[in-house]
């Protein structure tokens, strides 16, 4: 029986290490592909660009004589324009993701909720998210024009893109909108993960729907919060087409519609100065890297992986 | 057998003779130089017709071969990637404003080696053009058209408030502003539409003795003044506060009865509003006349490996013949004194000698601060003097 039990797996264990190699060989051929477009057009280009960074970089290169140094950092720290690129940038992150958040959540309740015709508005709710984001704006412009359809419905004449009071808020609650189909589907798809005994047990309890909703629902969707923080924060700090569009290309009125990313497109493509927009990514790829650290060590916890 | 050498011989020599024939025939034939030029779409309009004026060159130069080829979408980050990939066209399209920063930068070829050579007459493009690009006392690039701005005015909104005819000073300006807001010829919108914008601001400052050189001089300053003097009485808004995209609109939807733009407004009206009637008068005036020059240049790819036939072609475009049958559809305005415009441009033309092209160093960075700070100005955020002072920190860094 020993015997029996070691005959038998001296040759498994064999074939079986056997079979874990060439598993892990296919496996790695199979990634080697997308690994290698991954480094020529993410990796190398990263790294390329913080190595511009510390360079006065032209179109045509390196300027000639150009020595390595954080000369463009310094530009950077001087420049008033991309502070407020920045602040404005931060600014709409900052009102746009908890809104998205919230209005992705109540729409996912609503849909979860067994209502009739859910599949109507699970639709409705998401095609903003679908329609190109430069067809949306553009009649966003129209509609929040002096004399447009919102004004006409509020009875007012307020420029809401023209005024630099009322620029950034406008695209806030414009992609608000158009992003919260998107949000609302992650929490969806977290909310039907739910088990359904966690209810039974409150309801024998007698708990309120709402003390429901704060005690376990919300808890629940931890895994969801973090997800949709982390992705749709990165997604704002890059916000870029609908500022572009609104201001017709300028930041303006009075720089409310800057973000970072039209500054960095401004100083590389239109000034050519490559190596103060390289830097002005960098500046922006930190932010968004210790952003994401600090929200995984706040609202993400291990459990999440 | 003798004879039978002598027709070998004979044979010989008729095939080396033939061979030194044909070889010199496709001496005498050689192949054509085939050169690119390339620009942006202006619509297909004119997109047909640089293609019949390249087909003119073609048909007249039988070494060269020209291949045009439009570029599409966001012309200068498309040519910054040409540039960089060493692979620019060898003929193109150079905006005034963008000029100063591709020179910079050695993208461009300096043609002064080339005028020398082939003893290029240069007088006669209107100078404040040919200087948009030139740096130093090289010439980058010579001017293919260019359009300065006029006066536009709304002729029924001009008739009720009893005024004759287009204003041509600053007094004669603020006077028939004032005179329709007075009469409320303009209803729904204001006489004047000013964009919060430096090219159009430019104009007036230059017409006040002001520069960019010296924009922290109170000649500046007193011409910011009076352009922002407007939104200040009521007589004057923006595009945004009345709602439309740019002065244009405002004009072909009655919003407005003063702007000043330049010759793409005729096509523009003509097309979207036939119905409104609105006259052109020439750019007004203040202490001097003064205006801008919106231009666009033919230049050469510093990297060209045919630059002698990319210099034929370039000088061939914005030689007078070239330039000519150009002109021939009224879409732009001739940047040489020796071609003539289509009708109806005398008031455009009469700014041929005092305008000056429209660009400066550092110019989106610049075009950016000056623009978000005039609108600061306009809504009494920001003083004229740190506006001012803003732009000179920007045209320096």
Redesign the interface.
């Known amino acids: 029986m020993t015997s029996g039990t070691e005959a038998v797996p001296a040759p498994g264990r064999g074939s079986f290490f056997g079979m874990r190699v060439r598993e892990a060989g296919w496996g790695y051929a199979f990634v080697l592909v997308p690994m290698a477009v991954f480094g020529l057009f993410f990796i190398y280009p990263l790294v390329y660009g913080i190595y511009i960074s510390f360079f006065e970089w032209?179109?045509?290169?390196k300027a000639p004589g150009a020595t390595a140094g954080l000369q463009n950092y310094d530009t950077l720290y001087h420049d008033?324009?991309f502070h407020r690129a920045m602040r404005n940038t931060f600014e709409y992150a900052l009102l746009v993701v908890p809104l998205e958040m919230a209005l992705g959540l109540v729409l996912a309740l609503v849909i979860n909720a067994r209502l009739r015709g859910r599949a109507f508005f699970r639709s409705a709710f998401y095609v903003p998210s679908v329609v190109s984001s430069v067809a949306i704006t553009t009649i966003a412009i129209y509609i929040l024009?002096?004399?447009?359809l919102l004004n006409k419905i509020i009875g007012s004449d307020q420029?809401w893109?023209?005024d630099?009071d009322t620029a950034l808020y406008s695209v806030v609650g414009l992609n608000a909108w158009t992003t919260a189909g998107t949000v609302m589907l992650f929490y969806l798809a977290a909310l039907q993960s739910i088990p359904t005994d966690v209810y039974e047990a409150a309801a024998v309890d007698g708990t309120s729907r709402w003390r429901t909703f704060w005690r376990i629902t919300f808890p629940l969707l931890k895994p969801a919060h973090f997800f949709v923080l982390v992705v749709f924060g990165i997604g704002a700090l890059k916000v870029f087409d609908q500022f572009y569009l609104v201001s017709?290309g300028?930041?303006?009125?009075?720089?409310s519609t800057?973000s970072a990313v039209f500054y960095i497109y401004?100083?590389a493509?239109?000034?050519?100065n490559f190596g103060v927009g390289a830097s002005a990514g960098v500046v922006l790829f930190v932010a968004i890297f210790l952003l994401t650290l600090f929200q995984r060590a706040t609202v993400g916890r291990s459990e999440i992986g | 057998m003798r004879r039978a050498l002598a027709a070998s011989l004979g044979m010989l020599i008729f095939a080396l003779l033939a061979l030194v024939f044909v070889a010199s025939g496709a001496q005498a034939r050689p192949e054509a130089t085939t050169i690119t030029l390339s620009g942006w779409s202006a619509g297909k309009t004119e997109d047909d017709l640089l293609q019949s004026v390249v087909d003119d060159f073609n048909n007249t130069h039988p070494n060269i071969h020209v291949d045009y080829s439009v570029i599409n979408g966001?012309y200068?980050?498309a040519m910054?990637a040409r540039?960089?990939a060493r692979n620019a066209p060898d003929v193109f399209y150079v905006d005034s404003s963008?000029a100063p920063?591709?020179i910079?930068?050695?993208?461009v070829e300096p043609l002064n080696a080339y005028i020398k050579k082939s003893k290029y007459d240069t007088s006669k493009f209107y100078p404040g053009l040919l200087n948009a690009f030139k740096v130093g006392k090289n010439y980058y690039g010579f001017p293919k058209d260019w359009s300065p701005l006029a006066v536009e005015i709304n002729k029924s909104m001009f008739a009720k408030a009893g005024i004759k005819k287009a204003p041509r000073t600053w007094a004669e300006l603020t006077a028939a502003a004032q005179k329709l807001a007075s009469s409320g010829a303009v209803p729904g919108g204001k006489p004047l539409c000013l964009p919060?914008d430096w090219a159009r601001m430019l104009a007036f400052v230059f017409q006040n003795k002001g520069s960019l050189a010296k924009v922290q001089s109170p000649a500046v300053a007193a011409a910011v003044n009076y352009y922002v003097g407007f939104f200040k009485r009521g007589l004057a808004a923006?595009p945004?506060?009345?709602?439309v995209?740019w002065p244009g609109e405002a004009l072909g939807k009655e919003k407005a009865a003063i702007i000043f733009e330049g010759n793409w407004l005729l096509p523009y009206m003509k097309s979207t509003f036939p119905q409104v009637g609105f006259g052109v008068g020439p750019m007004v005036k203040g202490k001097v006349n003064g205006n801008l020059g919106f231009t666009v240049s033919y230049s050469m790819a510093k990297d060209s490996k045919n630059k002698q036939a990319a210099w034929t072609l370039l000088s061939w475009l914005t030689g007078k013949v070239g330039m000519s049958k150009w002109m021939s559809l009224g879409l732009a305005l001739p940047s040489r004194s020796d071609v003539k415009a289509v009708g109806g441009r005398a008031p455009f033309l009469a700014a041929g000698p005092s305008s000056r092209g429209w660009g400066f160093p550092?110019?989106?960075?610049t075009l950016?601060?000056m623009?978000?700070?005039l609108?600061?100005v306009i809504?009494g955020?920001?003083t004229t003097a740190q506006m001012l002072a803003?732009v000179n920190a920007s045209l320096k860094g």
């Open positions: 032209g179109i045509l290169g008033q324009v024009n002096p004399d447009g420029a893109f023209g630099a017709q300028t930041g303006g009125p009075e720089y800057l401004q100083e493509f239109k000034s050519a | 966001d200068a980050t910054t540039f960089a963008i920063t591709w910079k930068q050695g993208v919060a923006t945004t506060q009345l709602g995209g550092n110019f989106s960075a950016t601060i623009n978000n700070d609108q600061g809504d955020n920001k803003d």
